[in-house]
């Protein structure tokens, strides 16, 4: 009797863990934009300008550096941060600026940003600084027509001119 | 079941790494063939197993968080437990890690999410690292290496896991990493009963142009992801790390003053080593003479090395009954004492009851740390000396404070273990209670 209690005791234990598990295993369901909703992904790696521009050593600093170590530029390592700016339908969405990496702030900078966005026609403007100084010396603005639960990944390839719309 | 979630933990790991095995050896590790070589499994087999796969997973879950929380509940995180709870706290990332990367191998669309918000939380923290997400932006940046990384992952953490926890358990003596046969048969057929009833499906297939309009989340292992799109990646790392780091500090959060260690007596010691092996905690090891040392910091004070040693016989003519292993605050002399009071004022009924007992020590009865502290020929003496009626009472089955001393008990009584009682005693267990009388 006791055995048989004790086997009870557990199956009335287990069947609702089990029933848990084959719920919760799936559900409810989660949405990770809205009904009508499309989503912008900004994202890129870049090495930004150098904060100094190099210059040519004269004969006699040249001549005080041990003879394999005489290049003839001098490039200060440290790079300018990025200006990244995103606009959407006329209105800034995102301002960052970003540090290069490294401890000698000399490596890359990267940005990644996603924004869920109305599905529809928009117009996009995304510009850039790369160098120190002031303005955007890449800038690119189209217009788009995102569907619902599409996504625009909008890159950044310097050699290929600059930003990159891929939708 | 709650008695042996350990155990249960361990058996789900295996049937993890079982059913693991086979959906590895009929995957596909490439961007083209990954989601249909899984769409391809037969359903009464391949099909059946990554169900139980997946369902044991979230069970795997359930019983590790259940674990903690009753050991939590418990008190057991402190003093000479602390490196098994601390040992413990890294395996929930590995456990979660390991369960996480699992689904991006399915690259269905809740792989694709799974693997773009844990990618968007590493980026949230705010290490200025090159983002991982850019690995799953378009299908120029996925390559069939990233599967090779993933079955790395899904491989090498669980391993890692594996390791965890036979660190976990390196602190107790005669772990329980093996749950009764019956238990572990009926755990496995309702995970069976569960694939079979709910068999496990894929979403449609990883699409990098698109984002899923919902996603049939597993909320056992994928809850973190909803959780930060809720909040943001700094506030879930927060919560991640926060409740990290207080899982680890709770030992030196809500210390308390230790029992004193058990102290070894170097010249009523004879190296015999049943302490050592009777010990629950690991706590005792050998000199180099080969007799026993106390590991102070991991004693619990529990007294089962004193029930143990063969010199805690009260039979022995000396006035002053020094044991080879006992505890300060409570000798094998003082139960003698105890004991010898007691045959005084009532020889009718002689009591040995455990402090952890479910009914607690009445006038008249002898309290003990653990029922295993008494070695057994106290028994024998009380009955020799005149008790008509001797009981020793225990923690309930499974319930053991100092988890192995009712087992020890049962040996002991049974004469399957030594020091045995002797064969001229009868003992008759009811419950968790022991009657003896001469035979």
Redesign the interface.
Known sequence: MKQALRIAA??A???P??V???Y??????????G?NE??L?L?F?HAAQRKAPCRERSAEELAKLAPNMRAALDCPRERAPLLVELELDGKVVLRREV?P?GLKGDG?A???H?LPVPAGKHRVVVRLRDRPGEGFNYAREETIELA????L?I?FVAAQGGFLF?? | MLRHLGALGFLLFWLLAASGIYLYIRFDTSVAGAYNSIGELEWWFGGVLRSMHRYAADAFVIVVLAHLVRELLAGRFRGFRAFSWISGVPLLWLMYASGIVGYWLVWDTRAQFSALATAEWFYGAGLGVEPMARNFLGAEQISDRLFSLFVFLHIGLPLALLAGMWVHVQRLGQPATVMPRRLALGALGLLLALALALPVASQARWDPGAVPATVSVDWFMLFLHPLMYATSPALLWALVLGSTLLLAALPWLARKAPLPAAVVNLENCNGCGRCIADCPYEALVRRPDRRALVLADRCAACGICAGACPSATPFRRVTELVSGIDLPDFTVHDLRRQLQAALHTDPDRVVFRCEHAATPTAGGEIGLRCLAMLPPSFVEYALRRGARRVQAVGCPEGACKWRLGMDLCAERFAGTREPHLRANVRAEKMDDAYTFALR
Do not use: C, E, K
């Not at chain 1, 919760?24 to 989660?30: D, G, L, R, T, V």
């Not at chain 1, 619902?148 to 996504?151: S, T």
């Open positions: 557990q199956f234990l287990y069947v863990l089990m848990l598990i084959g919760f295993s799936s559900a409810p369901s989660f949405s990770p934009v009904a499309a989503l992904r994202s790696i540090q990496a890359n990267t940005v990644y996603r619902p639960g599409r996504v990944l890159d891929r939708g």
